[in-house]
């Protein structure tokens, strides 16, 4: 008999233009391949930051996949901060209504720290020279998948 995989909520966190959505609608193309039960498995993304207020919001992640009895794998996508002022205004973003201020990431960047390590499975990934899908499969390694 097959064992079915478990229940699993990767929550992805990041600065904007990260690549964030990218890599999660990867993970979630991947994951639901894997699994004949797409219920069993959620991806979000977040750019928060390490504040008292975000903190809060990321305790939300923790007690939803504690109420589903699911891992939470928490991963922290992070690039140079030149690469990530050249994926911000990349095609798309603005009809995404996502932020393309270089000026603003830059404020964001200087003003926040963000909020990594609170799950009991992290991964920390720099992606400045990794393409959606070589982020993708780290990912998925430190899953074990």
Request: no cysteine; net charge positive.
């Given at each position: 008999m097959t064992q079915k995989p478990a229940s699993r909520?990767?929550?992805i966190?990041?600065?904007?233009g990260t690549g964030k959505l990218t890599v999660g609608r990867l993970l979630a193309v991947f994951d639901h391949?894997?699994?004949a039960d797409p219920a069993d498995s959620f991806v979000f993304t977040d750019a928060l930051a390490d504040d008292a207020d975000d903190s809060a919001t990321f305790s939300w992640y923790l007690d939803l996949a504690?109420?589903?009895g699911a891992d939470l794998v928490a991963v922290l996508l992070d690039c140079a901060p030149e690469e990530n002022a050249r994926r911000l205004v990349s095609p798309g973003r603005s009809e995404?209504?996502?932020?393309?201020?270089?000026a603003r990431l830059q404020q964001l960047?200087?003003?926040?720290?963000?909020?990594?390590?609170l799950a009991e499975?992290?991964?920390?990934?720099?992606?400045?020279?990794?393409s959606p899908e070589q982020t993708?499969?780290?990912?998925?390694a430190h899953i074990g998948v």
């Open positions: 909520i990767v929550h966190n990041g600065w904007p391949a894997v699994r504690a109420g589903r995404a209504l996502k932020l393309t201020d270089t960047r200087a003003n926040y720290k963000l909020l990594r390590g499975h992290t991964v920390e990934i720099d992606k400045t020279d990794f993708t499969a780290r990912i998925l």
